[in-house]
């Protein structure tokens, strides 16, 4: 009887793996035959293609693979918005901390809102530096408001609106330098 490609592969395998720790092999090549089991020729070259060249496979169990120098990291997300993952790059927490510091200039609120949805959405921040960057610049707005209101010799007018604009933008500038530096410090280069 012909021989077939499951048995033709399981010989390369055991050829590859020659030299690996014998109980290493072992299970390595247990797994293989496993999952080529019971499946035709046709079916077998398509998994054999998915499984990798014998002496890759070898290679890997004898750890002459060559390992990244920076640890990449994986963040486990909802796949949305290109994955949790391309929210982390470098580039794309620069463009978070100057949205945040800049944006309610270029676009007035609506500019800071966009930075802090992209700031809440990336995995790169601890969630109590998020609140606080979303939190501290509403809560400074309202306190200089109020001041504003109660204070008795404090001009009306166009000044009450713009005091308390200006010193949240001032606190929303600083706290988006803050946090893209909090950012960058978490990123590989």
């Known amino acids: 009887m012909p021989e077939s490609e499951a048995d033709r ?3 390369r395998l055991d050829a590859a793996l020659a030299d690996v720790r ?36 070898a290679a890997s169990a004898r750890g002459e693979l060559p390992q990244p120098s920076v640890p990449v990291p994986t963040y486990e997300g909802s796949g949305r918005l290109y994955g949790r993952g391309s929210l982390a790059t470098r580039g ?13 200039i270029v676009l007035p609120f609506v500019g800071w809102v966009a930075g802090i949805v992209m700031m809440c959405l990336s995995p790169v921040w601890r969630r109590a530096e998020k609140v606080y960057v979303a939190v501290v610049p509403p809560l400074v707005i309202a306190g200089v408001l109020v001041l504003t209101q109660v204070t ?8 009450t609106v713009l005091l308390p604009y200006v010193t949240g933008q001032i606190i929303a500038s600083l706290l988006g330098i803050w946090a893209l530096v909090r950012g960058l410090a978490r990123v590989p280069r």
Do not use: K, Q, S
């Open 22 to 57: 014998h109980d290493t092999a072992v299970e390595i090549r247990a797994g293989v035959a496993e999952e080529l089991a019971g499946l035709d020729d046709a079916a077998a070259r398509d998994r054999i293609a998915a499984l990798g060249d014998p002496a890759f496979i």
């Open 92 to 104: 794309m927490v620069i463009a978070t901390g100057l949205v945040i510091a800049f944006g309610g």
């Open 9 to 11: 592969y399981l010989a």
């Open 152 to 159: 008795p010799n404090f001009p009306g007018g166009w000044r």
